[in-house]
């Protein structure tokens, strides 16, 4: 059975740093990109970052570039990224999600999510 | 980045009602097209993928239809387990962005 289990959020003051991870179980960690999704209280779902399989690719939305760092250890089933230079509008849920199998990049597995809460 | 709009942004409807919900991308994402459904305070759960491929273990009432920049997706009799918030998202390209959701509750 596949399992994302996303760890690390919290209450974090702005301009803070925060780092999140995700363990996943139940599939082959180091076959399949990774990517993270947030969601504000209340609102949409937004893409935030992603990474290759082997970790030679990373991707982030724009509005987070330089502020967010996605990694992996695939020898630990572990996906984490590091938040910093924290922002009222970064406080959300954070998903780390597994992409199907195919090529067709959809998402078929979520974690439960993490909470972020930036706030002073 | 892709942009998608969804409509209707809410809707309600009646249990075995037949539903249709829609989503545009401001370009062509050819069948690149997903479908999740969120209950509140839960994961989003891929129902439709590449467009109208449906899930595993997804009800067969669910639909999707589509390419290029219009999709649908269809509910064809609403359950009462059905009344939650559909998003879709393109996949074509990087970011893989969502549209704004549309929210199907009970009329």
């Known amino acids: 059975e596949v399992q994302l289990v996303e760890s690390g959020g919290g209450l974090v003051q702005p301009g803070g740093s925060l780092r999140l991870s995700c363990s996943a179980s139940g599939f082959t960690f180091s076959s399949y990109a990774m990517h993270w999704v947030r969601q504000a209280p209340g609102k949409g779902l937004e893409y935030v970052s992603a990474i290759s399989s082997n970790g030679g690719s990373t991707y982030y939305a724009d509005s987070l570039k330089g502020r967010f760092t996605i990694s992996r250890d695939n020898s630990k089933n572990t996906l984490h990224l590091q938040m910093s230079s924290l922002r009222a509008e970064d406080t959300a849920v954070y998903y780390c999600?597994?992409?199907?199998?195919?090529?067709?990049?959809?998402?078929?597995?979520w974690g439960q999510g993490t909470l972020v809460t930036v706030s002073s | 980045d892709i942009q998608m709009t969804q409509s209707p942004s809410s809707l309600s409807a009646s249990v075995r009602d037949r539903v249709t919900i829609t989503c545009r991308a401001s370009q062509s994402i050819r069948n690149s097209l997903n479908w999740y459904q969120q209950k509140p305070g839960r994961a989003p759960k891929l129902l439709i993928y590449?467009?109208?491929t449906l899930q595993s273990g997804v009800p067969s009432r669910f639909s999707g239809s589509g390419s290029g920049t219009d999709f649908t997706l269809s509910i064809s009799s609403l359950q009462p387990e059905d009344f939650a918030t559909y998003y879709c998202?393109?996949?074509?390209?990087?970011?893989?962005?969502f549209g704004p959701g549309t929210k199907v509750d009970i009329k």
């Open positions: 590449a467009a109208s």
């Open positions: 999600v597994k992409l199907i199998s195919g090529g067709s990049g959809a998402y078929d597995f």
């Open positions: 998202q393109q996949s074509y390209s990087i970011p893989f962005t």
